[in-house]
C-alpha cells in the first residue's frame, strides 16, 4: 500500500511538472522556440510573396517595364496585401522596447480651414440600434443546414430574402473610385520612418548595481542607470526603408527571404538585441 | 480641437507601447526559477532577479522597470507625439501556481497602469481629466481578462469595468458600443486621423468562447459587424484610420474565418485604413497578409 502510494505521488508529480510546464509554455515566460517561430514566417512569406514578387520583376524587365495580362505589376501585388505589424513588449521576454512612428503631415495646416467636426452621436444611436435588433434576436440565428433546405421548399420567395440577409460581415469591394490610401500611395498621413528605442537591461543593472556599491543610494543610483536608447531606424541600413507603405515592407519582406545576413540582422533586432537564440 | 477651439501642435509622431505585464509580487533577489516571486538562487548561479529585470529569463516586469519606462517616456518623448496606441496585456501572467491570479488583481493593475498612463499624457493645466495633451488610444490583451484568454460578449462586468477604468480616454457617446464589445474609436485628429481600438479577444483562437465568426450569436461576427459600421461610416467623412489591438490578425491566432473576414475588411477599406499595430508575441517583426486569397477563402466557404 505504502509503495503503491508512493507510486501515485511519483505520477502526481510527474503530471504536475509538465502541466506546469506546458503552463509556463502557454503563458508566455521564458521565450522558446521564437527563432523558428520567426523562421516558419520567412518560409511562408517566401513561398507566397517573394515568388510573386520575382515574377513580376522578370516580367517587367522583359516587357520594358509593360504590363502583361497574365502577370500582375509589382504595385499591383502589392495592392493585394496589407501589413500587420507587430511591437516588441515592455515585459522583459526580450530587452524591453517602444517604438515611435512617424506620418507625413505635410499640407495638413493648409487644410484645416476645411476640418469640420461631426457629431457622432447619430451614428452609434443607429448603431446601437441595429446591434440590439438584429445581432440579439433569436430569429434564424442557429438555422442548420437542413433547416435552411426544408424553408427553401416552404417558401417560394425564400431566395428573394435570403439575398436581403447577406452576412453583413463580408465587406464588398471597395469601388474602384476611390483612390488608394495612405498605406499604398505617398500621401498626407503615409507613415515615413520608425524609431525604435530599447532598454539594455544587462547594462543597465550592471551600472545599477556598480553605482551602489560605490555608496550611491538606490534611488540616485536607478536614476543614472536607466534609459532607454535607440536600438534601431527603419532608415538605417542594411535594409533601410524610404518611407513605411505595403511595398516597402514587401519589397523588405522579399529581400529577407533570400538574403542570409539581412535576415540574420532583422533577427538580432526581433529579439530587442538580446542575441537569443532557440538552443 | 474643433471643440474648444484650443490650438494644438502637431508633431507627425505617435507613440506604439504594448505587454508592460507589471508584476506587484515580483521581488528583487528572489530566483528565476520561482517566476521572480520568491526563494533564492544558490550564490555561483545567477538566477536572481534583477532591480529593473531580466531579458530572457521568464519573469514578468518589476513595477519599478514601468515606472522608469514612463518616466522616461515623459521626459524624452511626450512632448513630441500627438498619440499613443498601447495595447493591453498590463498585469502579471499567471505562472505562479502559489499566486493564482483573481479577476480582482487583474482589474485593479489594469486601474493602476491606467492612471499612471494618464497622469503623464493628460493635460496638467486642465480641471477636466478628459483633457489629454496626447490622445491615448488602449486595446485590451488576452491576460487583461478573466480566466486568462476568455472575455464573452458583453455588457458584462468586466465590458463595465473596462470602461470605467478607460473612462477618459474613451468618447462618451460610445459607452454602450464598448459595454457590448469593449472596442471603440478615437478621432486623434478630428475629422481627419482616427484610430481603432479592437478587441480581438473576440476573434482569438485561445477564447474558449470563439468558434468561428459565421453565426450572428458569436462574438467575433458581432466585432466585424461594428467594424464594418465603423469603417464605413469613416469612408464617408473621409477620415484615415489606424487599426489596434493586442493579438495580432494572422493565421495562425485568429479562427479561420474571423482571419479571413477580418483580413478581407482591411483589404476593401484600403482607401483609408493605413496599418495595423499590435502586440501579444513580444518580438519585433511584420507579417504581410493577403486580402485576395482571403476573399477566394470565403468565396469557397459559401
Redesign the interface.
Known amino acids: 500500500e505504502i509503495n503503491s502510494s508512493e507510486d501515485d505521488d511519483d505520477e502526481e508529480e510527474i503530471l504536475d511538472h509538465a502541466m506546469a510546464a506546458s503552463e509556463v509554455h502557454l503563458m508566455g515566460a521564458k521565450p522558446e522556440n521564437k527563432e523558428s517561430y520567426m523562421n516558419g514566417i520567412r518560409d511562408k512569406v517566401y513561398k507566397k510573396v517573394h515568388q510573386e514578387v520575382e515574377e513580376s520583376v522578370a516580367n517587367e524587365d522583359m516587357m520594358c517595364g509593360k504590363k502583361r495580362n497574365e502577370h500582375k505589376t509589382f504595385e499591383e501585388i502589392c495592392e493585394n496585401y496589407s501589413i500587420v505589424t507587430i511591437s516588441g513588449s515592455v515585459i522583459p521576454t526580450f530587452n524591453p522596447s517602444i517604438r515611435i512612428w512617424e506620418y507625413n503631415t505635410t499640407d495638413l495646416e493648409a487644410d484645416s480651414s476645411t476640418w469640420q467636426k461631426h457629431s457622432w452621436d447619430d451614428f452609434y444611436e443607429k448603431l446601437n440600434k441595429i446591434m440590439d435588433n438584429e445581432y440579439n434576436s433569436e430569429e434564424e440565428d442557429e438555422l442548420t443546414i437542413d433547416d435552411e433546405i426544408e424553408i427553401e421548399k416552404k417558401k417560394s420567395n425564400r431566395k428573394k430574402k435570403r439575398k436581403n440577409k447577406a452576412d453583413k460581415t463580408i465587406p464588398k469591394k471597395k469601388p474602384a473610385k476611390l483612390a488608394l490610401g495612405p498605406a499604398y500611395t505617398p500621401q498626407l498621413f503615409s507613415p515615413t520612418k520608425f524609431v525604435q528605442y530599447y532598454a539594455d537591461l544587462k547594462q543597465i543593472n550592471e551600472d545599477y548595481y556598480s553605482l551602489l556599491d560605490s555608496g550611491k543610494k538606490p534611488g540616485e543610483a536607478a536614476e543614472r542607470s536607466f534609459k532607454y536608447q535607440v536600438e534601431y531606424t527603419s532608415e538605417e541600413g542594411p535594409y533601410p526603408m524610404k518611407s513605411l507603405m505595403v511595398e516597402d515592407f514587401i519589397s523588405l519582406a522579399s529581400k529577407l527571404a533570400t538574403d542570409k545576413k539581412i535576415w540574420q540582422k532583422f533577427l538580432k533586432r526581433a529579439f530587442m538585441s538580446t542575441g537569443y537564440t532557440d538552443d | 480641437n474643433?471643440?474648444t477651439g484650443q490650438e494644438k501642435k502637431?508633431h507627425?509622431?505617435?507613440?506604439?507601447?504594448?505587454?508592460?505585464?507589471p508584476d506587484a509580487f515580483y521581488k528583487e533577489g528572489s530566483s528565476v526559477e520561482y517566476?521572480c516571486h520568491s526563494g533564492k538562487p544558490p550564490p555561483h548561479k545567477k538566477n536572481f532577479a534583477?532591480?529593473?529585470?531580466?531579458?530572457?529569463?521568464?519573469?514578468?516586469?518589476p513595477e519599478?522597470?514601468?515606472d522608469?519606462?514612463l518616466e522616461?517616456?515623459k521626459d524624452?518623448?511626450r512632448d513630441?507625439?500627438d498619440f499613443v496606441i498601447w495595447?493591453g496585456?498590463n498585469v502579471r501572467?499567471?505562472?505562479d501556481?502559489k499566486i493564482p491570479r483573481t479577476e480582482m488583481q487583474i482589474l485593479e493593475m489594469n486601474d493602476q497602469i491606467s492612471r499612471k498612463m494618464q497622469r503623464v499624457f493628460s493635460d496638467p493645466n486642465s480641471d477636466n481629466p478628459r483633457d489629454f495633451d496626447v490622445t491615448l488610444i488602449p486595446s485590451i490583451g488576452n491576460?487583461d481578462v478573466f480566466p486568462?484568454n476568455m472575455f464573452a460578449l458583453g455588457p458584462t462586468l468586466q465590458t463595465r469595468e473596462y470602461y470605467r477604468i478607460w473612462d477618459n480616454v474613451i468618447?462618451q457617446?460610445?459607452q454602450?458600443?464598448f459595454y457590448?464589445g469593449a472596442c471603440f474609436?478615437t478621432e486623434v485628429?478630428?475629422?481627419?486621423?482616427a484610430v481603432l481600438s479592437i478587441n480581438t479577444l473576440y476573434l482569438y483562437k485561445a477564447n474558449p468562447l470563439v468558434d468561428n465568426?459565421?453565426?450572428?450569436?458569436q462574438p467575433g461576427?458581432?466585432l466585424?459587424?461594428?467594424l464594418?459600421?465603423v469603417?464605413e461610416?469613416l469612408?464617408q467623412?473621409d477620415v484615415?484610420v489606424w487599426l489596434s489591438g493586442h493579438v495580432?490578425?494572422?493565421e495562425k491566432n485568429f479562427a479561420d474565418s474571423c482571419y479571413d473576414?477580418f483580413?478581407?475588411?482591411?483589404?476593401?477599406?484600403?482607401?483609408?485604413?493605413?496599418?495595423?499595430?499590435?502586440?501579444?508575441?513580444?518580438?519585433?517583426?511584420?507579417?504581410?497578409?493577403?486580402?485576395?486569397?482571403s476573399r477566394k477563402a470565403?468565396e469557397s466557404e459559401v
Open positions: 474643433l471643440e502637431l507627425g509622431r505617435f507613440l506604439h507601447i504594448t505587454d508592460m505585464h517566476s534583477s532591480k529593473f529585470g531580466d531579458a530572457t529569463k521568464g519573469c514578468d516586469a519599478e522597470l514601468i522608469y519606462t522616461w517616456i524624452n518623448l513630441k507625439i495595447t496585456d501572467h499567471d505562472n501556481r491576460n486568462h468618447p457617446e460610445q454602450r458600443t457590448r474609436v485628429i478630428p475629422g481627419r486621423l465568426c459565421d453565426s450572428k450569436k461576427y458581432q466585424l459587424a461594428w464594418g459600421s469603417l461610416e469612408r467623412r484615415k495580432p490578425p494572422i473576414k483580413t478581407l475588411w482591411t483589404h476593401e477599406y484600403r482607401d483609408i485604413i493605413i496599418g495595423g499595430l499590435y502586440g501579444h508575441m513580444n518580438i519585433d517583426h511584420f507579417i504581410p497578409v493577403d486580402g485576395e486569397a470565403i
